[in-house]
């Protein structure tokens, strides 16, 4: 599977951003799809994921303010950012995660860069 993330920018605080995740096949095969994020000197961390059975998981700090959504006729995943924080500046990355044969394989996207102004 290869995914391909656009729709990162520079945006002031408080503004919003949405995120797009295009997936080189139907989606309707991947188990869970989403986000993480990285910014400079720090882990990846999670952001959203979204199941095929469109099951939601966020976190805590993403809760109330960004929504993942699944497009299954575009192949793609969505993230709607709201009310950004600068602390929220990060090369956010595509997520994917796929059972063939009983085993689970993971596949990242190339990372798009979100920068939130103060």
């Known amino acids: 599977v290869q995914l391909q993330a656009s729709g990162g920018g520079l945006v002031q605080a408080g503004g919003s951003l949405r995120l797009s995740c295009a997936a080189s096949e139907s989606i309707f095969g991947i188990d869970v799809m989403g986000w993480y994020r990285q910014a400079p000197g720090k882990q990846r961390e999670l952001v959203a994921l979204i199941t095929s059975g469109g099951r939601t998981n966020y976190a805590d700090s993403a809760k109330g303010r960004f929504t993942i959504s699944r497009d299954n006729a575009k192949n793609t995943v969505n993230l709607q950012m709201n009310s950004l924080k600068p602390e929220e500046t990060s090369v956010y990355y595509c997520?994917?995660?796929?059972?063939?044969?009983?085993?689970?394989?993971?596949?990242w996207g190339q990372g798009t860069q979100v920068t939130v102004s103060s």
């Open positions: 997520y994917a995660r796929k059972t063939i044969l009983a085993q689970q394989y993971e596949y």
